[in-house]
């Protein structure tokens, strides 16, 4: 219970912020803040089973068919992970209430922030793979409104679209991955894939698998080549920025190697995949840091070298490396968190992140300055700070690594370059904004030191860095070995958290890049020179240029299929059916199966003949539309006689009250048609027509003739055996619809009151010109309610409702239903509108259909809760036998309710369309003339 809590806080909490705004900026923070206190504090209570070694998880059923569980777990990497999302998440929220202009929507900042925290814990809290699926995308949809905040401006639209097309389409990737993953172990609850690491490894999909999970990884981490779009999401506010980098997002995907380690890991084709493509991350990163002007622009890049950094630690695939990383993640989070706040602080009283403009912020800013230089030697790797410890155990891992063979010495020659550039950025940071002389046209001028309580996240942050640099054994020890076995699965290796481990190799290549890292910012204005003559290529209109060509692609290929022409859209759907049904027939010997066909009797024979007469007469006279439609009733009537002669009495009452309902709306349609449809197919279109039409039908006919004659094995038999013990019912085909299959006919009936609303909403406010004369020319009757139509409605509407009361009461045992119903009464006041017209039916039947249909749903939505809420599955019928005196022993289930929740979303849904159709019209002058 505790772990759902966890998880579900956040997103219990998102609405408050927003509530609470109007109230002030004070309770709008309190609100937001609320949910994650206590959140953090139920993680902490768990801390000691955790630290203990043991591993907490809870499971709720949710779709278990599909292998989709409501399972957490909470192990050390999922307690270390989910502190930093909670407690850096509480900083920003504190640091945010000082960033954010007075004007400026918090409540709805905050809402997003929370949003997106909830499914940060989810995925690191995750015990199934595809409920960690259901969280991971949620987190590209949360940040995607997050770094498109600022909504205003073109570069934070531009930047929240490219990391949402990347991120998700990485997601998709993912996806797949996962439930190959799924495939090859049988099962998607972590427990038990992440004991299946050999049976991964071995089987055949593995290589498969193993590059869709990177491709996710790689695109949530920002791993080259798909780092282009974290740079551009720095469009985001700085409380954002500082939230991503550190504890949410990008981290995400490092998560994922640490917890997929045991599974996937340990292979060659890992290390090349994961180690190569950190390298390179890891180097682009560096480099590109260097050259930034932006202040963010330089802590993004940073945050991709650092991030590759990590991925080259797993990709070693040694358990010294995997603690390294874990490591690594930890101190990366603090002091990536305050620098980016720092520069907020900075670009708040600046109204610049121009590292160019921003000098000698030591003089006016010397408290924020002295946070932020720390901050930055940490990110450097400077002794007696945590990224120096880190730093050490990735230079000595990078010495241990064989795997390429004579050229095993690129990784740690790679290692200590990317350590020089770490020192130069680093240095640029302290010297370009906090010395080097006096700012330059500043919008804000005089900066000065931010707000008391905005310092202290920095504080914090900063403090942080320097105890786990000074004393690390006392401080984050515990936490890195809980998080770091729970990612080996296993016993940890020897490992020291030692500041000093004498002189050799590791310390050496410290010593080499902090040397070149001074050097190299020294002679910064030669390495700039060079960078300026690069060719300026932007990521950004490069994926917007991708964007457009793709759109474009898209656009000239629908503009092939979609051509407006509805005879087109069925030809190429009935010839890919046609293609299907050929292709499923030719690998049979033999058409003809072990069965034989049942004899032809004097009654099928007629029908058939009368069926399919009504149908070819359809298509012979489909240019007059009246003769077509009652050519198309008699088809729709003998198929209610084919149901009745097969002992299918549901579906004949159901086909006979569509019909009736059907033939009434084209009536209506047809009042504003022209009596015959114009010829407009070429003679060449037709004789496509007719042979699609001849293929099809003849394929269709062979298929049946083929499943005719072959055993069957329906699944019939089950609901016989079923429909009296499990739905309490013996009419079959309600208990399918109301219990076995009652989700479906509930997402029937929610389509089907869209789809009134939708056609309502659409007519709304049309208005026809009235037809003054019939097709011959003949003007219409003067009398439009006829007295004898009238008085027969009126008397043929009590005995209606009686007669669908009938039919619904007796639905659950015998032929009926609500669905039957609800047509039957649908029908009886369809018959009131057209005898006595719109305005005198509904001033005595004041019915708003609206609302009729939508109870009809919520009745049939609330009769499933209430099974689920007794254990049941959604939906499930709960039924018994009473005696009452007088009336005798009877039966009462709760299908009935649901079954009323049917018959008011049809009677609902079909009446808000007929009679919004009956007052379409407007009398013409000539009409009002009569």
């Not at 504003?672 to 039409?693: I, Y």
Request: glycine share 10%; charged share 10%; net charge neutral.
């Amino acid at each position: 219970m505790e772990l759902l809590l966890i998880v579900g806080l956040p997103f219990l909490g998102a609405l408050l912020p927003v509530l609470c705004e109007r109230f002030g900026r004070l309770p709008c923070v309190l609100a937001a803040a609320l949910a994650p206190v206590l959140a953090l504090s139920l993680l902490l209570l768990q801390a000691p089973q955790v630290f203990s070694g043991e591993l907490l998880l809870v499971a709720q059923p949710w779709l278990p068919q599909l292998g989709l569980n409501l399972a957490l777990r909470l192990d050390g990497l999922g307690f270390l992970f989910a502190l930093l999302i909670l407690g850096i998440g509480l900083l920003v929220i504190l640091y945010a209430r000082y960033y954010l202009a007075e004007n400026e929507a918090i409540g709805r900042f905050f809402s997003y922030l929370l949003l997106f925290m909830g499914a940060m814990l989810g995925v690191v809290l995750s015990e199934n793979l595809l409920l960690m699926m259901v969280f991971w995308e949620l987190t590209s949809l949360s940040s995607f409104l997050l770094i498109g905040f600022w909504g205003h401006r073109g570069d934070a639209r531009k930047g929240a679209r490219m990391a949402l097309t990347v991120t998700g389409g990485g997601g998709l990737a993912l996806l797949a991955g996962v439930l190959l993953i799924g495939h090859i172990v049988g099962s998607f609850e972590l427990s038990v894939v992440l004991a299946a690491g050999e049976q991964i490894r071995a089987h055949a999909l593995y290589p498969v698998a193993l590059v869709l999970v990177l491709l996710g990884v790689f695109t949530k981490s920002a791993q080259f080549p798909f780092h282009f779009w974290l740079p551009h999401a720095m469009a985001a506010p700085t409380p954002v920025s500082a939230y991503l980098h550190s504890a949410t997002m990008v981290k995400a995907g490092v998560f994922l190697l640490a917890r997929l380690y045991p599974a996937l890991a340990d292979s060659e084709l890992w290390f090349y995949l994961v180690s190569l493509t950190g390298l390179a991350t890891l180097l682009v990163g560096a480099g590109m840091a260097l050259f930034q002007h932006d202040l963010k622009g330089l802590l993004a890049y940073s945050t991709i070298s650092h991030l590759g950094l990590i991925t080259l630690l797993f990709g070693l695939g040694t358990q010294l490396a995997t603690v390294a990383a874990i490591f690594h993640i930890i101190n990366h989070a603090t002091f990536k968190a305050s620098l980016f706040m720092a520069a907020g602080i900075i670009d708040h009283e600046t109204g610049s992140r121009d590292m160019r403009r921003i000098n000698g912020m030591w003089k006016y800013m010397p408290h924020t300055a002295v946070l932020a230089m720390v901050a930055s030697l940490a990110m450097a790797g400077v002794p007696l700070l945590n990224g120096f410890l880190s730093k050490e155990m990735f230079f000595s891992e990078t010495l241990g690594q064989h795997l390429l063979g004579s050229f095993s010495w690129v990784i740690p020659a790679a290692a200590t370059l990317a350590g020089v550039f770490s020192v130069a950025y680093s240095l640029r940071f302290i010297h370009d904004v906090f010395f080097n002389g006096e700012p330059i046209n500043l919008p804000k001028y005089p900066p000065h030191e931010p707000p008391r309580y905005m310092k202290v996240p920095v504080e914090i942050l900063v403090f942080l860095c320097l105890l786990v640099g000074m004393l690390p054994a006392y401080t984050v020890a515990p936490l890195l070995a809980v998080a770091a076995s729970a990612s080996l699965g296993g016993e940890l290796p020897e490992y020291s958290l030692a500041i000093w481990h004498g002189f050799n190799l590791p310390l050496l290549m410290s010593a080499v890049a902090t040397l070149g890292g001074v050097l190299v910012y020294v002679c910064r204005k030669p390495l700039f020179s060079w960078y300026a003559g690069l060719p300026d290529v932007d990521a950004k209109e490069v994926f917007e240029g991708g964007v457009r060509l793709l759109v474009s692609l898209s656009a000239a290929i629908t503009g092939r299929l979609e051509s407006g022409s509805l005879q087109r859209y069925l030809a190429l759907m009935l010839l890919a059916a046609l293609v299907v049904l050929v292709s499923g027939l030719a690998p049979l010997e033999r058409l003809t199966g072990s069965l034989g066909l049942s004899p032809i009797d004097g009654a099928a024979l007629l029908g058939s003949l009368i069926l399919c007469g009504g149908a070819l007469l359809t298509v012979i006279f489909h240019r007059q539309r009246l003769v077509a439609l009652l050519m198309l009733s008699v088809v729709g009537l003998m198929v209610a006689l084919v149901f009745v002669r097969y002992s299918a009495p549901d579906l004949a009452l159901t086909q006979l009250s569509v019909e009736v309902v059907t033939i009434i709306l084209l009536m209506l349609a047809l009042y504003f048609l022209p009596a015959q449809t114009p010829a407009e197919s070429s003679s060449l279109r037709g004789l496509r027509d007719f042979c699609v039409a001849l293929g099809c039908g003849g394929a269709v006919a062979l298929l049946t003739y083929a499943v005719m004659t072959r055993p069957l094995q329906s699944i019939s038999g089950f609901f016989l055996d079923n429909s009296v013990a499990g739905g309490g019912g013996t009419n079959v085909v309600n208990v399918i619809l109301v219990d076995f299959r009652g989700f479906d006919t509930l997402g029937e009936i929610s389509v089907l009151a869209i789809a009134g609303v939708g056609i309502y909403a659409l007519l709304d406010g049309l208005r026809l010109t009235q037809p003054g004369t019939d097709a011959a020319g003949h003007l219409w009757a003067r009398d439009r309610h006829p007295l004898l139509l009238a008085t027969l409605s009126r008397v043929l509407l009590p005995m209606a409702l009686l007669i669908s009361v009938f039919i619904f009461l007796r639905g659950h045992n015998l032929p009926g239903g609500g669905f039957i119903a609800g047509l039957v009464t649908a029908v009886a006041l369809i018959l009131q509108y057209v005898a006595s017209g719109v305005s005198w039916t509904q001033s005595r039947l004041p019915l708003n259909y609206h609302y009729l249909a939508g109870l009809g749903v919520l009745i049939a939505s609330l009769t499933g809760l209430g099974s689920w809420a007794f254990g049941y599955p959604y939906l499930t019928t709960a039924f018994g036998h009473f005696h009452w005196p007088l009336v005798g022993e009877f039966e009462l289930a709760t299908a009935m309710l649901f079954d009323l929740g049917v018959y008011l979303t049809v009677v609902g849904a079909t009446l808000m369309i007929l009679a919004k159709l009956g007052k379409l019209t407007r009398s013409d002058s000539t009409q009002e003339a009569l």
